[in-house]
C-alpha cells in the first residue's frame, strides 16, 4: 500500500440528490452487500483499461512500466481493506467531479427506479454510474487517494463517511493511480477476511482482464482471478455456466441469458466474440444498460466501450464483446467507425446472429416464442430497414392470425400453406411495394409482413 500524507482539507456538501442516495445505500437492508467488491473492481478495470489504451499514443505518462495490476490488502485486526490501482488515476478536480456528482442527473434516475420497489437495489447499481457508493453499504468510512497519469498534476485525497458532506484536499501519493481505504462497520467484518474477498472476486470478477493480486497477513500476495478472456477461448473448452457469469458480470442482469453466440475466425477479418441474446427486453422498468453497443477491444486492449456500428440498429438488443487483432492498436475513438476491418466485422457478426437466431426458430419452437414477444418488434424494424436482409429476417416474422388457437403464433410460410385450392397467391405489403407468397412449391418468400399484417 502507498503511504501518504494529506495537507489541510476542504469539506464539501455533497449534491441533494447525493445525499438521498446515501443515506438509501448505508441505511436500506441488502440481500447481497458483496457487491460493492465487485462494482470497486470495474472501476479499478476500467481505470487500467483507459491508461493502457492512454500509452498507446502517449509516452509521457507517470509510472509508464508500473504493472497494470490491481491490489486487495486485508488487515483483519484494524477491520479495513484497501483497494489499490495503477490506472488513470485522477486530480483534485477529477476526484470532486467523479466522487462528488454521482455521473450528474444519473443519481435521481437511479433513485426514481430504486424508489419503485420492483427491484432489489443492489441489482441496479452501477447502472447509472453509482457504482462507487455502493461501498457504503459496507463502509464507515472510505478513504480515497489518486494521482493521475498527467506528470504535471498532484495527488489528491477524498474522504467521506456517506453522510452529507466530503472532504478533499492534498496529498504525498507519488505512485499513478488511485487507492481506497475502507473502514469496514461492525456488522461488515466477514469481508476482512481473504477467503471470503477471493470467494467474491471467482463469482464475479474472475475475467478482469488485469490481474488481482490479494493481499493477506502472510505469505506472497496471489492472483486470484483467471484473467483469461473468455472470447479468446475455444468455444469446445467453455461451459454453459461460464458463459451465464459472464454475461451477468458484462451487464450486471440476474437472468441467465437466452441463447448465446461464440464466434471464432480468422476471414474475412479476425475476430473473437461472445454476444449474447438476453431473456428479456427490459428488467423491470430499467434498459438493459444506459447506453447500448457491443465492446470492442483489439488485442484484449478496449477501444470501446458502446460500439453501435458493428451490428445494425435493429440488432441493438445485442450484448457482448468483440476482439479482432485486425484493427491497428492505435486507431482512434473518432476514425474506427471508417476503418473499413469495422465493416467486415459488422457483415461477419450481424450473418452470424441471423443465423443463430434462425436456427433457434427451427429448433426450438417454445424457446423461440419467448424471443418473440420480447424482440419482435426489432426484427420488424430490421424488415423496414435492412433491405438486403429482408429475405432472411422475413422467415423469422410470428403473428396471429384467425386458425391461430388463443395467443397461437404463426408463420408467413404456414398462413401461406393454408390457401385454399383455388388461391394462387397470399398478397401483403411491405413500405411502397406489393409482395406475395405463391403457391408454386418452388416459390420462395421474397419479403415480410408490414406491421399491419403481424398485428
Not at 483534485?92 to 430504486?114: C, K, M, P, Y
Not at 430497414?385 to 396471429?400: A, I, K, N, P
Request: negative net charge; glycine residues 4%.
Amino acid at each position: 500500500m502507498t503511504d501518504t500524507t494529506t495537507s489541510p482539507t476542504e469539506s464539501l456538501e455533497y449534491r441533494a440528490e447525493v445525499k438521498q442516495l446515501l443515506d438509501i445505500l448505508a441505511h436500506s437492508l441488502y440481500s447481497d452487500r458483496e457487491v460493492f467488491l465487485r462494482e470497486l473492481i470495474s472501476n479499478a478495470s476500467d481505470a487500467l483499461n483507459r491508461v493502457q489504451f492512454e500509452m498507446l499514443t502517449n509516452h509521457d505518462v507517470l509510472d509508464p512500466d508500473a504493472e497494470l495490476a490491481i491490489h486487495l490488502y486485508v488487515d483483519e485486526e484494524a477491520n479495513v481493506i484497501t483497494l489499490s490501482d495503477s490506472g488513470i488515476g485522477m486530480n483534485r478536480d477529477e476526484l470532486v467531479e467523479n466522487l462528488g456528482t454521482i455521473a450528474h442527473s444519473g443519481a435521481r434516475t437511479f433513485l426514481q427506479n430504486a424508489g419503485e420497489g420492483q427491484r432489489t437495489l443492489e441489482e441496479i447499481i452501477g447502472q447509472f454510474g453509482v457504482g462507487f457508493y455502493s461501498v457504503f453499504m459496507v463502509a464507515d468510512e472510505v478513504t480515497v487517494t489518486s494521482r493521475s497519469y498527467r506528470l504535471a498534476d498532484e495527488a489528491a485525497i477524498w474522504q467521506s463517511s456517506g453522510d452529507s458532506r466530503f472532504s478533499i484536499g492534498s496529498a504525498d501519493k507519488t505512485t499513478r493511480g488511485t487507492e481506497i481505504r475502507i473502514k469496514l462497520k461492525e456488522d461488515a467484518t466477514e469481508f476482512a477476511r481473504p477467503w471470503r474477498l477471493e470467494n467474491i472476486i471467482k463469482k464475479h470478477s474472475d475475467y478482469v482482464s488485469f490481474p488481482i493480486y490479494l493481499h493477506g497477513k502472510e505469505g506472497e500476495p496471489k492472483i486470484v482471478n483467471r484473467r483469461t478472456a473468455l472470447w479468446r477461448q475455444s468455444p469446445s473448452s467453455v461451459e454453459q455456466a461460464q458463459y451465464d457469469e459472464f454475461y451477468k458480470q458484462l451487464t450486471h442482469d440476474e437472468h441467465d441469458p437466452l441463447l448465446h453466440i461464440h464466434m471464432v475466425a480468422d476471414a474475412p477479418a479476425n475476430v473473437r466474440s461472445i454476444l449474447f441474446i438476453p431473456s428479456a427486453r427490459e428488467r423491470g422498468s430499467l434498459r438493459m444498460r444506459p447506453d447500448y453497443g457491443l465492446r470492442l477491444y483489439t488485442r484484449k486492449i478496449l477501444i470501446q466501450e458502446h460500439n453501435k456500428d458493428l451490428l445494425p440498429e435493429y440488432l441493438r438488443f445485442v450484448e457482448g464483446v468483440v476482439d479482432s487483432e485486425d484493427l491497428p492498436l492505435n486507431v482512434s475513438r473518432e476514425t474506427i467507425q471508417n476503418n473499413p476491418v469495422l465493416r467486415q466485422l459488422k457483415k461477419a457478426l450481424t450473418t452470424r446472429v441471423q443465423k443463430e437466431i434462425k436456427t433457434l426458430s427451427e429448433q426450438d419452437d417454445a424457446k423461440y416464442l419467448k424471443f418473440w414477444e420480447q424482440f419482435g418488434i426489432f426484427l420488424k424494424e430490421g424488415i423496414a430497414t435492412d433491405f438486403g436482409s429482408q429475405e432472411t429476417l422475413v422467415d423469422l416474422l410470428r403473428f396471429h392470425s384467425s386458425k391461430s388457437a388463443g395467443d397461437d403464433w404463426t408463420t408467413l410460410k404456414a398462413y401461406a400453406e393454408r390457401m385454399k385450392e383455388d388461391q394462387k397467391a397470399v398478397y401483403y405489403v411491405i413500405g411502397d411495394s406489393l409482395k406475395s407468397v405463391a403457391r408454386s412449391p418452388t416459390s420462395t418468400i421474397s419479403a415480410s409482413m408490414t406491421s399491419r399484417c403481424s398485428t
